[in-house]
């Protein structure tokens, strides 16, 4: 209801601060954009599927709804908020197009989707961001050569995020607080050592095999 508008909302306004890069632009889109991409492609089949086939609107509303609180502006905003602004140059001006790119994208499929459901809210954001309205444009399709195993990853990053917040919260740790720790996560997520550290102002993230004295947060997630 109102709380899920005034998220969309403050959603909105974030993500209008950053340009949405043009098709001469050059672009690179690191692995957290890609499984983002990935989890939102099985959003847009699921909820394709509900509007089309069932004639369904509740599903499609709480699909909408966990993705775009829970996923996007809980996890993947807060992943890449440091790459968007890019304040001490880390990442290329390609990767950070990459993040302006996807934030736009996301965004954009959102309010498509949601458009049955939400017309006003919908249509006074697409009008404010993209200057048409969103009820002249047409459903989202899944985006093109995304990997569906990518969606496996972004999930076991929420839970790692899930795991460092918690153990912040008991040890009273502010969560913006910069740490002199190093993560220790699995070998499979190598390609997203970097978002890592910047949303949890870690020192370092590792894959190697963490020391005796780490302390486990989560299966396969130690910090020492």
């Known amino acids: 209801g109102y709380s899920f508008a005034t998220k969309l909302w403050n959603i909105a306004r974030f993500v209008s601060s950053f340009p949405r890069p043009g098709k001469d632009e ?14 939102l492609n099985m959003v847009i089949e699921d909820v394709d599927k509900a509007y089309g086939e ?28 440091a790459r968007a602004y ?10 950070q197009r990459g993040a302006w790119k996807t934030l736009h994208m996301v965004l954009d499929a959102i309010l498509r989707m949601l458009a049955p459901i939400m017309p006003f809210v919908t249509d006074a954001l697409y009008r404010r961001l993209y200057n048409m309205s969103v009820h002249k444009t047409t459903f989202p399709q899944p985006v ?5 195993e990518l969606a ?50 870690m020192k370092v993230v590792a894959t190697d095999s963490p020391p005796p ?3 486990e947060l989560a299966r396969g997630v130690y910090i020492a």
Request: aromatic share 12%; net charge neutral.
């Open 86 to 95: 890019n304040h001490d140059g880390k990442y290329s001006i390609e990767e």
């Open 152 to 201: 496996k990853l972004f999930d076991m990053i929420m839970d790692i995020n899930s795991a460092v917040w918690a153990w912040k919260k008991k040890n009273n740790i502010k969560f913006y607080e910069k740490l002199d720790k190093t993560l220790y996560v699995p070998a499979k997520l190598e390609p997203f050592k970097h978002e890592l550290e910047d949303i949890h102002h």
């Open 54 to 81: 069932e004639l369904d609107v509740y599903r499609p509303a709480l699909t909408i709804y966990d993705f775009t609180w829970n996923v996007f502006a809980s996890h993947y905003i807060e992943l890449v908020k």
């Open 26 to 39: 050059k672009v690179r889109l690191r692995p957290i954009d890609l499984a983002l991409l990935a989890k």
């Open 213 to 215: 004295d780490s302390e």
């Open 144 to 148: 093109k050569g995304v990997d569906r």
